[in-house]
């Protein structure tokens, strides 16, 4: 093939059982610039359409980018919305995912702290700009110009990816590649309220849904020290949810639990989809607790202001987090023992796996495998 750029093998040591061709790394005589050929995915062709195979070139790596070969990528709710083009954002075609885990395969120039080889991972966001407040004060993930893996861009369901090393994150051998890949996103978004809001071993708190976060969420909330309720309208959940580390169990179908939960949280942090009644759980937390939400409800939340006022209760919200806030998140994840529930499925059979996460019959995250 032309000099400087990869080679695509596929024999049956170095071919992916997925149909994607595995990239090997190839370097121009240049020193400084690193090329290759095509990279291969799948692509949402249209809003709402199943991802069918695609390629494109990514031309020269830059500085301070790593090519990722990837091995596993997990399908988060957000692949959904974005192959929908449910919040007007998305360009066609694009392969989506941003859970992604591979090894590194080239690295450009002024890249530090990596290494060719390396096992590491890479969440929702991509790149920043660096210079700005948020990004100087270590909040990249506030940046008002952050890059998102695959918004505008091409990600996970592919054979391989470009990033910012700022943004790679090393995996820990004591997690495996599929166990990690949906950390990277669902994990570092319920780490982030818990850390932020100084949950430790004197919270009272309440994790509202056993889904897809929930599951992770209650895991960490018991690791933080706390004392952990589950919120979830299956009672058939409150075995599974126990197991998982809460202490309590809410079946909030039933109107006289949630009466006798009256004023005794700290923390309520909803991963829910859906809506609900959220006067019950502002009722539901103490004086100067805070209900946040991860989850995003189809319908706008409306509450009751008194007992905001007069207990100063709080509502937010809360995204991704920063870098150095999902190398923690990882680490502590290895060291505890925090684990989600996974699905795997080949990448050729993405279109399955995304169907089957559609009708919520994941239980509880599904991850694609190269």
């Not at 998305?90 to 392969?95: A, E, R």
């Not at 369901?157 to 166990?179: C, K, L, Q, T, W």
């Not at 849904?209 to 909330?221: D, P």
Request: hydrophobic share 40%; proline share 6%; charged share 20%.
């Amino acid at each position: 093939m032309k000099a400087g750029f990869y080679r695509y093998l596929r024999s049956g040591q170095t071919g992916c059982s997925s149909g994607l061709p595995r990239p090997v790394p190839y370097r121009s005589c240049e020193a400084s610039k690193t090329y290759m050929a095509q990279i291969h995915g799948l692509a949402a062709h249209a809003a709402g359409a199943e991802v069918l195979p695609f390629k494109y070139d990514p031309g020269t790596l830059r500085a301070q980018e790593v090519e990722i070969a990837i091995s596993h990528c997990g399908i988060c709710h957000s692949d959904l919305h974005l192959i929908a083009n449910d919040w007007g954002i998305s360009q066609f075609p694009f392969i989506p995912g941003h859970e992604i885990v591979g090894k590194i395969s080239t690295m450009g120039v002024g890249v530090k702290g990596l290494e060719v080889g390396q096992r590491v991972g890479v969440g929702w966001q991509s790149n920043s700009c660096g210079l700005c407040e948020w990004c100087s004060r270590g909040l990249e993930n506030l940046c008002p110009t952050a890059e998102a893996t695959c918004v505008h861009r091409h990600g996970g369901y592919a054979n391989a990816v470009r990033v910012n090393a700022r943004f790679v994150i090393p995996i820990p051998d004591a997690i495996s590649s599929e166990g990690a890949a949906p950390l990277l996103c669902g994990g570092v978004t319920v780490y982030n309220p818990l850390r932020s809001h100084g949950i430790n071993p004197s919270s009272r708190v309440g994790i509202v849904g056993i889904g897809g976060l929930g599951h992770i969420a209650l895991q960490f909330a018991r690791v933080f020290g706390a004392d952990v309720t589950a919120f979830s309208t299956s009672e058939a959940k409150e075995k599974e949810a126990r197991a998982l580390g809460a202490h309590h169990f809410v079946n909030t179908r039933e109107s006289k639990m949630m009466r006798e939960v009256a004023g005794k949280f700290d923390f309520i942090l909803t991963t829910i989809n859906a809506d609900q009644d959220w006067n019950a759980y502002i009722q539901a937390l103490r004086p100067t607790g805070t209900l946040c939400f991860v989850g995003v409800p189809p319908s706008p939340v409306s509450v009751q202001a008194f007992p905001l006022v007069s207990g100063i209760r709080t509502i937010t919200g809360s995204p991704i987090g920063s870098p150095h806030l999902m190398r923690e998140m990882i680490d502590v994840a290895a060291r505890h023992g925090v684990k989600a529930q996974t699905e795997a499925f080949p990448m050729a059979k993405a279109n399955e796996a995304i169907d089957k996460l559609k009708k919520n019959k994941v239980r509880y995250r599904a991850v694609l495998a190269n």
